[in-house]
């Protein structure tokens, strides 16, 4: 495969903010309208980072969890009418709690069961050593 080939074929964009992040989907539609078919994939980096720094603290937990579950609504919905898969990572966090209920691995996945609903595969990579 030719590098630059492979380059032009992929579409990239940055958000500082959860709500760019939302704004950046509009695009995303926009451009997956003008170019039916064309794309196959979506990837959303650390879906979490930018809500966890928008929406600080347990005041504003229930706006970032309803803000969070509008986002991962429209990714399903762009999912499934353009038919694209759509590739979401998250961070983990340590689980306090974990080690009175004996789990074998105390770290859970950022963003509750919001994103645990949303998704239809979760796969959790580990590093060893």
Do not use: W
Not at 24 to 41: T, Y
Not at 94 to 114: E, H, L, V
Request: net charge negative; hydrophobic share 40%.
């Amino acid at each position: 495969l030719d590098q630059e080939a492979v380059l032009d074929n992929v579409l990239y964009s940055r958000a500082y903010t959860s709500e760019q992040q939302m704004e950046l989907l509009d695009f995303v539609c926009a451009k997956f309208h003008e170019e039916p078919g064309i794309f196959k994939l979506l990837v959303v980096d650390s879906v979490m980072a930018l809500f966890r720094v928008d929406f600080s603290g347990r005041g504003e937990l229930a706006e970032r969890q309803q803000s969070l579950a509008q986002m991962l609504s429209k990714l399903q919905k762009i999912s499934e009418e353009y038919n694209v898969a759509v590739l979401v990572t998250n961070q983990m966090t340590s689980d306090p709690g974990a080690t009175m209920s004996f789990q074998a691995d105390p770290k859970k996945p950022i963003g509750g069961n919001i994103i645990a609903h949303a998704s239809t595969t979760r796969i959790s990579l580990r590093k060893e050593g």
